[in-house]
C-alpha cells in the first residue's frame, strides 16, 4: 500500500538546521509532485513547498522562502527538506504530500515534530 | 498571502446536514476550479475529502459534497455521524508564484 514516512524530526536550538526526510513507497514516486506542510501546535495547516515531479520546478512559501530547501532523489524514492535559519515560530509537525492534480494530496505521511527551543 | 477564511466552529446533530464555507479571493478560490477539503482527526494526517471542487476520491462517501460560487467554496456533509467530527480544511491552488493556500481549518462537533 502507499506509503510516506518522514523522518529527521527533533528538537533544535533557535539559528540551527535539521533535514527532514519523506520516503515513499507503493506508488511511483518519480510521477509526482511532492509538497512539504506544517501545523504548529493547534494551529491549522500551511503549504510550505512544493517540488515538480522531476525537479524541475520549486516553490516557497514567504515564510520560509532563502531559509528552507527541498529536493528529491528519484532514485531512491526520497523527498528532502533542509531547514536552516530555524526559529521558534518554525516548531510544528511537518508533512510530506504527494499529489495527483493540481492541490490533490491524496497521500500524506504521518509527520515528523520539529520543535526549536533554547 | 493569507490564509482563506473558514468559519472556526460548526456543529449539528446526528443525521442533520451542515455546510462549511471558505472565503477567498479572484486570485486563488475564484480563479481557479482547483479546490481542495481534508479532514483531519486528532493526531492524525489530513484526508482527502474532495477535489476540484466538487469531485469525491474513492472511498469517500457521497455524503459530502463540495461547490463553488465566486471566491466561496463550501463543504457540505450531510447524514452527519460521530465520526465524522474532526477539522476540516479547505485548500486551493493560487497561481505560479503563491501556487498552494489553505483555510484556517474549521472544528465540526456532532452534538
Known amino acids: 500500500q502507499v506509503q510516506l514516512v518522514e523522518s529527521g524530526g527533533g528538537v533544535v536550538q533557535p539559528g540551527g538546521s535539521l533535514r527532514l526526510s519523506c520516503a515513499g513507497s507503493?506508488?511511483?514516486?518519480?510521477?509526482?509532485?511532492m509538497h512539504w506542510v506544517r501545523q504548529a501546535p493547534g494551529k491549522g495547516l500551511e503549504w510550505l513547498t512544493f517540488?515538480?515531479?522531476?525537479?524541475?520546478?520549486?516553490n516557497y512559501a514567504d515564510s520560509v522562502k532563502g531559509r528552507f530547501t527541498i529536493s528529491r532523489d528519484n532514485s531512491k524514492n526520497t523527498l528532502y527538506l533542509q531547514l536552516n535559519s530555524l526559529r521558534v515560530d518554525d516548531t510544528a509537525v511537518y508533512y510530506c504530500?504527494?499529489?495527483?492534480?493540481?492541490?490533490?494530496?491524496?497521500?500524506w505521511g504521518q509527520g515528523t515534530l520539529v520543535t526549536v527551543s533554547s | 498571502q493569507s490564509a482563506l477564511t473558514q468559519p472556526r466552529s460548526v456543529s449539528g446533530s446526528p443525521g442533520q446536514s451542515v455546510t462549511i464555507s471558505c472565503t477567498g479571493t479572484?486570485?486563488?478560490?475564484?480563479?481557479?476550479?482547483?479546490v481542495s477539503w481534508y479532514q483531519q482527526h486528532p493526531g492524525k494526517a489530513p484526508k482527502l475529502m474532495i477535489y476540484?471542487?466538487?469531485k469525491r476520491p474513492s472511498g469517500v462517501p457521497d455524503r459530502f459534497s463540495g461547490s463553488k460560487s465566486g471566491n466561496t467554496a463550501s463543504l457540505t456533509i450531510s447524514g452527519l455521524q460521530a465520526d465524522d467530527e474532526a477539522d476540516y480544511y479547505c485548500?486551493?491552488?493560487?497561481?505560479?508564484?503563491?501556487?498552494?493556500?489553505f483555510g484556517g481549518g474549521t472544528k465540526l462537533t456532532v452534538l
Open positions: 504530500a504527494a499529489d495527483t492534480a493540481m492541490v490533490r494530496f491524496d497521500y
Open positions: 476540484d471542487v466538487n
Open positions: 517540488i515538480r515531479y522531476d525537479g524541475s520546478d520549486k
Open positions: 479572484n486570485s486563488d478560490v475564484g480563479g481557479y476550479n482547483y
Open positions: 485548500c486551493s491552488y493560487a497561481g505560479t508564484y503563491t501556487v498552494v493556500i
Open positions: 507503493g506508488f511511483t514516486f518519480s510521477g509526482h509532485s
